[in-house]
């Protein structure tokens, strides 16, 4: 290959891996795009991490867990930028027991994700590294016990971001039969301190649980906050229409909702509330249960006017009637609308004339 190479995509670990890494000294984006279900021998992974700790100049780096000694190396390399690592299915022959080596920060990075099968390798990578420069953080796991969820949290908090992180999206696959414990109500805290926070989208199961004190506690924390996203069907939810209301006072630049409420016992009158969010278009409620259809839609059409339907993204497996519950919202929601448009349209008709 050429001596002036910079970008590299590859779908295996070839043998002559560490000559491409040694002959392309300008390489600076390098990954590897291997197929999920395929298993990596020991032999592989050593020449993937010795590779790697020949690139000098990398700006990207996506690829499989590497060592710490290599992870080391990236955390001197003053031109990285965004780091990507992606476990593969047979990762349960990869260990993460290897010594600890005392790292400096990732001085540079802005984007850091993580898609594997556990925490584990995340959480001590985490744990030993430092990221003032991070604005982006993402993991998906496939299982994410809220303990695992809590000291993620908190290795997070601690890498040294708190001024420029703004967006974090951290996500579980597959809902693991646990019991919920303190670390359902300590798992959000631990992202106060990202005051700079414009995007935060947790999907989690049995580690998110926020009452409407909490809710408005999370929401002053981060004046900027655009989209926001917290969702966990298996904790039970104490949110009401009057919390999420004092806490949209907060942030009135937040256009994307999506969070778990209960809709059964409302705490309102639509009549007499006087506030509206202007800036909000796009809502979830998620597996939100509803008894009022009507008196549902007609608060969301008083508070929320920019609103024109409430999306159904995880309705479909609830069942039928969840869905067509859900149905009758945005019914009456687009009743409520047509008729003030045709009263506008009336009062305008009078105006003129």
């Not at 190396?73 to 022959?93: G, Q, T, W, Y």
């Not at 998906?140 to 016990?145: K, R, S």
């Not at 917290?230 to 994307?256: K, N, Q």
């Not at 278009?281 to 509803?290: A, G, M």
Request: proline fraction near 4%; charged fraction near 20%.
């Amino acid at each position: 290959m050429s001596p002036t190479l910079r970008h590299c995509s590859l779908s295996i670990i070839h043998p002559e891996l560490k000559s491409l890494a040694t002959r392309c000294a300008a390489l600076e984006h390098l990954s590897f795009k291997i197929p999920e279900w395929e298993r990596q021998s020991a032999d592989d992974r050593t020449l993937l991490c010795d590779s790697v700790r020949l690139c000098k100049r990398l700006v990207t780096l996506s690829c499989l867990p590497l060592d710490w000694a290599s992870w080391k190396h990236l955390s001197d390399l003053p031109s990285l930028l965004k780091v990507s690592v992606c476990e593969p299915r047979s990762a349960s022959r990869w260990s993460t027991d290897w010594d600890i080596t005392n790292f400096t920060p990732f001085r540079n990075i802005t984007t850091l994700s993580f898609n594997v099968n556990t925490a584990a390798y995340a959480i001590t990578a985490m744990q030993h590294s430092e990221f003032p420069s991070l604005k982006e953080f993402e993991m998906v796991a496939d299982v994410l016990p809220c303990s695992e969820a809590e000291k993620l949290l908190r290795a997070l908090s601690k890498c040294n971001a708190k001024q420029t992180l703004q967006h974090i999206n951290i996500a579980s696959r597959i809902a693991k039969d646990q019991e919920p414990s303190g670390e359902s109500l300590a798992a959000v805290t631990q992202l106060f301190c990202f005051s700079q926070l414009r995007t935060l989208r947790l999907n989690l199961h049995y580690c998110i649980h926020i009452d409407n004190d909490l809710l408005l506690e999370a929401i002053a924390s981060w004046p900027h906050i655009l989209s926001l996203e917290l969702i966990d069907s298996r904790m039970p939810t104490t949110i009401t229409f009057r919390g999420l209301f004092a806490a949209l006072r907060l942030c009135p630049h937040l256009h994307t909702l999506r969070i778990f409420m209960d809709l059964v016992d409302i705490d309102i009158d639509p009549t007499t509330e006087s506030f509206q969010h202007t800036t909000l278009h796009t809502l979830e409620f998620s597996r939100s249960d509803v008894a009022d259809a009507k008196a549902v839609a007609r608060i969301i059409f008083s508070v929320l006017p920019c609103v024109d339907h409430v999306n159904q993204r995880d309705t479909w497996d609830a069942g039928m009637i969840f869905y067509n519950v859900w149905d009758k919202v945005n019914s009456h929601l687009r009743y409520l609308k047509s008729s003030a448009v045709v009263v506008d349209d009336i009062k305008g008709a009078v105006a003129k004339s």
